[in-house]
C-alpha cells in the first residue's frame, strides 16, 4: 500500500501563497490519480483537486479553480497543491489521497494551512 506524508503547510496571510507537497512511498506511485482535500474545523473533508496518474488531466472544486494548482513529478513520488491568493475560508487541514481501485484507498496524516487576515 501506498503510504503518503504531506508537508508545506503553514500560516499565511490573505493573499499569500503556500505549495504543498505529498511524498510517496511504496506503491506504484506513477500509476495513481491523486487527490487533495481538506477539512476545516467543525466541517466534513471536502474534495479540493485531483490529477490523472499521466498529470496530463486535471480537476478542481469551484471554490478553489483559478487559485490552486495541482502537479505531479513522478521522477519523485511527489504531488504538489499549488495555492496563490489565498482566503481565510482556505483555513483547514489538507490532506492527500491515491486513487485505488477507484476509491480514495490511501491517505496521509495532513498539513495544517492557516490563513490569517
Known amino acids: 500500500q501506498v503510504q503518503l506524508v504531506e508537508s508545506g503547510g503553514g500560516l499565511v496571510q490573505a493573499g499569500g501563497s503556500l505549495r504543498l507537497s505529498c511524498a510517496a512511498s511504496?506503491?506504484?506511485?506513477?500509476?495513481?490519480?491523486m487527490g487533495w482535500f481538506r477539512q476545516a474545523p467543525g466541517k466534513e473533508r471536502e474534495f479540493v483537486a485531483r490529477i490523472s496518474w499521466s498529470g496530463g488531466s486535471t480537476y478542481y472544486a469551484d471554490s478553489v479553480k483559478g487559485r490552486f494548482t495541482i502537479s505531479r513529478d513522478n521522477a519523485k513520488n511527489t504531488v504538489y497543491l499549488q495555492m496563490n491568493s489565498l482566503k481565510l475560508k482556505d483555513t483547514a487541514v489538507y490532506y492527500c489521497a491515491a486513487g485505488i481501485a477507484g476509491s480514495w484507498g490511501s491517505w496521509g496524516q495532513g498539513t495544517q494551512v492557516t490563513v490569517s487576515s
Open positions: 511504496r506503491g506504484t506511485f506513477s500509476s495513481y490519480p
